[in-house]
């Protein structure tokens, strides 16, 4: 599986689970957390806009703080009890295969 598609899917989940929260955690977790998983395509597409390596480099670490404050957003609606045993299953499937191949392509980026 892709990092791209890996990607796509956490920000599917999010997406389509968002709807199923109380207005609550809507107005405060639920849009912090689509903004940040939105953050890690955004960062990394304008990272391959870039013209010099360090540039790119730059933005894909920007992806990569984003994929962190999704994953902070994503413990604390764990903690909260927000989401449910097999959707934490999914989504941790999902952050155990992101981060290393996000990882291994920020480290593939020339200098």
Not at 12 to 29: A, C, E, H, M, N
Not at 78 to 98: A, F, M, P, S
Request: aromatic residues 16%; charged residues 30%.
């Amino acid at each position: 599986m892709s990092w791209m598609y890996t990607n796509w899917l956490m920000n599917f989940l999010i997406w389509y689970s968002f709807d199923r929260w109380p207005g609550k955690v809507k107005q405060t977790t639920g849009y912090q957390i689509i903004r940040s998983a939105d953050g890690v395509a955004a960062n990394l597409a304008e990272g391959y806009g870039r013209y010099t390596p360090a540039d790119r480099k730059l933005f894909y670490r920007y992806a990569r703080g984003s994929f962190e404050e999704t994953k902070a957003w994503l413990r604390k609606l764990i903690r909260r009890k927000i989401i449910g045993n097999e959707e934490v299953h999914k989504y941790t499937e999902i952050i155990d295969k992101l981060g290393p191949k996000l990882n291994a392509f920020i480290r593939s980026t020339k200098k």
